[in-house]
């Protein structure tokens, strides 16, 4: 993998070299290193690993993706704050299948760094909830169950939703407050 610095650093020669090209009248020579210089900003702005694990994940092969994400040695240096709230967010899905405990970790560094679709951050704040419900935090799980409804303008994610609501109706978990992991005395 290529460091984001190193990448805007390339972009910035090949932009020079495009420059260089058309001045000299290779007009050919200058749209195949500004076509070079556009895939690296793309790049810069879009990890390769990350497309490459949404990609793995879209086919349903969990193991394929965390295979990618592992090559992203150190996220903090390698990836843009976007970047980085995007490997917590599949960190999270793919380990939510194993640690809910650790699910709810990625998930929330997720939301802190910022998602850019509001299906996605919906996605993990429907996560988060369903994870504060099985841990018996029926509050928090309802205020999260609500962002997520509000951010999923398309609908895309009606469906677990009601059915997440359904199933909190049916629960007989008393309301907590957040963070309380004591039953009340009757």
């Given at each position: 993998m290529i460091n984001k610095n190193i990448k805007l650093f390339l972009f910035f020669i090949?932009?020079?070299?495009?420059?260089?090209?058309?001045?000299?009248?290779?007009?050919g020579n200058g749209i195949m290193y500004?076509?070079?210089?556009?895939?690296?900003?793309f790049l810069f702005f879009k990890n390769e690993f990350l497309l490459l694990a949404f990609f793995q994940l879209r086919k349903q092969n969990l193991d394929g993706a965390n295979k990618w994400l592992n090559k992203i040695k150190n996220p903090s240096t390698a990836l843009v704050k976007k970047q980085q709230g995007y490997y917590?967010?599949?960190k999270g899905l793919i380990v939510s299948q194993t640690n809910m405990n650790e699910a709810e970790k990625y998930f929330k560094i997720a939301i802190d760094f910022g998602l850019n679709m509001d299906h996605d951050l919906a996605m993990a704040k429907l996560n988060l909830a369903g994870i504060a419900f099985t841990k018996r935090r029926k509050l928090e799980a309802q205020k999260l169950l609500q962002e997520a409804q509000r951010l999923d303008k398309n609908g895309?994610?009606?469906?677990?939703?009601?059915?997440?609501?359904?199933?909190m109706k049916r629960s007989h978990i008393p309301n907590q407050h957040f963070g309380s992991n004591r039953m009340r005395r009757r």
């Open positions: 090949s932009i020079g070299f495009s420059i260089f090209q058309f001045t000299e009248g290779l007009i500004l076509l070079i210089s556009l895939l690296i900003l917590n967010y599949l895309m994610l009606t469906d677990q939703i009601k059915m997440m609501k359904n199933q």
